[in-house]
């Protein structure tokens, strides 16, 4: 039977949540649509369509999950390619020189630099890392994988495997498309370095994207292991602000050069714009450096050029405004040895930040492990700044950045003695209030105990009659102990301890001979 038409329409419960959260316009229509199909399916068949419970939770629709990993991986690699095209597209447009093909090509080239592969144009050939391209790409890529995790709607609680499947197969669908790009755009060895590189890339931006959609990583790892890797990663973000201090500071110091190096850029408004573009390319680079100076180990700028805080020698460099940012040739003054600290500094955190959450509270033990996170942070720092060398060119500007060996060895030692210094302060410190609170406690169970056993304070206790009665003295004779007689009444209620001076031990009662003068019905 067909609803009445005097009867008031019929509505559907929204179903945008439990709550019943507000819908877009979107779902609206959809709503609505909905409606008017039940409508003509009612006056139809005159059947009426079961209405939904408010109460049943929305379930998103199930989807092409594997097809959408797949085309969002392709789809985040093309996006950072049209990224890099366009930009050369424009510059290109203001200046054109050569053909439009080899913009795309160098486009190319640049979008391989950016996940390590190098950039090669012809004889030139650079092999130092655009860090700064690289971050670009990959929250370019960490963006993409966000969308498809919400469009696809996961559920909390699908099975951990199959998550991770396709999250490794957006990553792996991203890392073929750089490969196959490498191999026909350079050789077997760009494809090979862009390829580890886009692997890389693709484990930070999975990451990312699952924390920025707090899906809980189901997998078990010890909490030793989770602890060290959050003091790690401490430890290396101080180093890092430690280095961006100093790379500021030099620019702030020599900003004079800095205006100087800046107005002589040709090129007019473009030029500068694209002189700036790609210094903030390597400016993630330049911070690597920076902080291998900060632990004493320098870094090289190819034709015998060395730049360290205890001394500094320059040969023939390009001119770009970031250069004025390296010290004056000579000895390195007081400021400049002044951050060797930072490194200390660094070592001592990390220790602290995984000692902080630990059960161990002597100082040998904390300085065992102090010792131990500040070699860790030394050795990644090293592995950090090895992933910042290279070359810009085959001549002058060959092998820059960080030297290794130095690099390893002091910032090793720097780390390393700020974790053991924390280490042993930390273990002092947990290790003198760990015995305040067992004195404390101490003290505070002898009380207990005291009162539990010793003699209870006699204002506002009173005594029962018979015992009063007892304790009085006869004419003539002594003070008696008291006694309990068949006419005394029953005393209730736990013994209170008197001023007897031989008192009676409950726990170790001791038979003693009746005197004279006991009896057990009185005198």
């Known amino acids: 039977m067909s609803q009445n038409r005097n009867s008031p329409p019929r509505t559907r419960p929204d179903l945008g949540g439990p709550t019943g959260h507000h819908r877009s316009r979107r779902d609206a229509r959809a709503r609505s649509t909905e409606g008017e199909q039940e409508a003509v399916v009612e006056g139809v068949t005159g059947l009426r369509p079961p209405i939904p419970s408010a109460?049943?939770?929305?379930?998103?629709?199930?989807?092409?999950?594997?097809?959408?990993?797949?085309?969002?991986?392709?789809?985040?690699?093309?996006?950072?390619?049209?990224?890099?095209?366009?930009?050369?597209?424009?510059?290109?447009?203001?200046?054109?020189?050569?053909?439009?093909?080899?913009?795309?090509?160098?486009?190319?080239?640049?979008?391989?630099?950016?996940?390590?592969?190098?950039?090669?144009?012809?004889?030139?050939?650079?092999?130092?890392?655009?860090?700064?391209?690289?971050?670009?790409?990959?929250?370019?890529?960490?963006?993409?994988?966000?969308?498809?995790?919400?469009?696809?709607?996961?559920?909390?609680?699908?099975?951990?495997?199959?998550?991770?499947?396709?999250?490794?197969?957006?990553?792996?669908?991203?890392?073929?498309?750089?490969?196959?790009?490498?191999?026909?755009?350079?050789?077997?060895?760009?494809a090979g370095k862009a390829l580890g590189g886009a692997v890389v890339l693709t484990v930070l931006a999975s990451w990312w994207s699952r924390s920025r959609v707090r899906l809980r990583n189901r997998l078990w790892w010890p909490a030793p292991v989770v602890e060290a890797a959050r003091a790690l990663a401490v430890g290396l973000l101080a180093l890092l602000v430690v280095g961006a201090a100093a790379l500021v500071t030099g620019l702030v110091v020599h900003r004079g050069e800095l205006v100087l190096l800046t107005q002589g850029i040709g090129g007019g408004a473009l030029g500068?714009?694209?002189?700036?573009?790609?210094?903030?390319?390597?400016?993630?680079?330049?911070?690597?450096?920076?902080?291998?100076?900060?632990?004493?180990?320098?870094?090289?700028?190819?034709?015998?050029?060395?730049?360290?805080?205890?001394?500094?020698?320059?040969?023939?460099?390009?001119?770009?405004?970031?250069?004025?940012?390296?010290?004056?040739?000579?000895?390195?003054?007081?400021?400049?040895?002044?951050?060797?600290?930072?490194?200390?500094?660094?070592?001592?955190?990390?220790?602290?930040?995984?000692?902080?959450?630990?059960?161990?509270?002597?100082?040998?033990?904390?300085?065992?492990f102090g010792g131990l996170v500040g070699v860790g942070l030394g050795l990644l720092a090293t592995l950090v700044g090895l992933l910042s060398r290279g070359d810009l060119g085959v001549a002058r500007l060959a092998g820059l950045g960080p030297r290794p060996l130095e690099l390893l060895v002091l910032g090793t030692v720097l780390t390393t003695g700020g974790g053991l210094a924390t280490g042993l302060a930390y273990g002092i410190v947990r290790s003198v209030t760990a015995l305040r609170?067992?004195?404390?406690?101490?003290?505070?169970?002898?009380?207990?105990?005291?009162?539990?056993?010793?003699?209870?304070?006699?204002?506002?206790?009173?005594?029962?009659?018979?015992?009063?009665?007892?304790?009085?003295?006869?004419?003539?004779?002594?003070?008696?102990p008291a006694t309990v007689t068949e006419d005394a009444p029953e005393v209730s209620g736990p013994v209170l301890a008197n001023d007897d001076p031989n008192p009676v031990d409950d726990l170790n009662p001791v038979d003693e001979p009746a005197g004279p003068d006991d009896t057990s019905t009185g005198r």
């Open 437 to 480: 609170r067992r004195r404390a406690a101490a003290a505070a169970a002898s009380a207990d105990s005291a009162a539990t056993l010793g003699d209870p304070p006699s204002s506002g206790i009173s005594e029962s009659p018979a015992v009063q009665a007892s304790a009085a003295p006869h004419a003539g004779e002594g003070p008696r």
């Open 272 to 368: 500068g714009l694209g002189v700036v573009l790609a210094q903030a390319a390597y400016v993630p680079t330049f911070v690597l450096w920076a902080m291998s100076y900060t632990l004493g180990a320098g870094f090289g700028l190819g034709d015998g050029s060395l730049v360290s805080p205890s001394d500094t020698h320059l040969g023939l460099l390009p001119g770009w405004p970031i250069s004025a940012a390296l010290p004056a040739p000579g000895p390195g003054t007081t400021l400049d040895l002044a951050w060797l600290a930072g490194g200390v500094l660094a070592g001592g955190l990390a220790a602290w930040v995984y000692l902080r959450r630990s059960r161990w509270t002597r100082p040998d033990t904390g300085m065992l």
């Open 55 to 190: 109460e049943d939770p929305y379930v998103p629709p199930e989807g092409p999950r594997w097809g959408a990993a797949v085309v969002a991986g392709g789809a985040a690699a093309i996006v950072g390619w049209v990224l890099l095209a366009a930009l050369s597209t424009l510059a290109w447009l203001t200046a054109p020189v050569g053909s439009y093909g080899g913009v795309l090509k160098v486009s190319t080239q640049l979008w391989l630099a950016g996940h390590g592969g190098g950039l090669v144009v012809g004889a030139t050939r650079w092999t130092l890392v655009p860090f700064g391209l690289s971050v670009v790409l990959g929250l370019l890529l960490a963006q993409v994988g966000i969308a498809v995790l919400r469009r696809l709607g996961e559920p909390e609680d699908s099975p951990q495997g199959t998550r991770l499947l396709r999250g490794a197969l957006m990553g792996l669908t991203y890392a073929v498309v750089v490969a196959v790009t490498g191999l026909l755009a350079g050789g077997p060895a760009q």
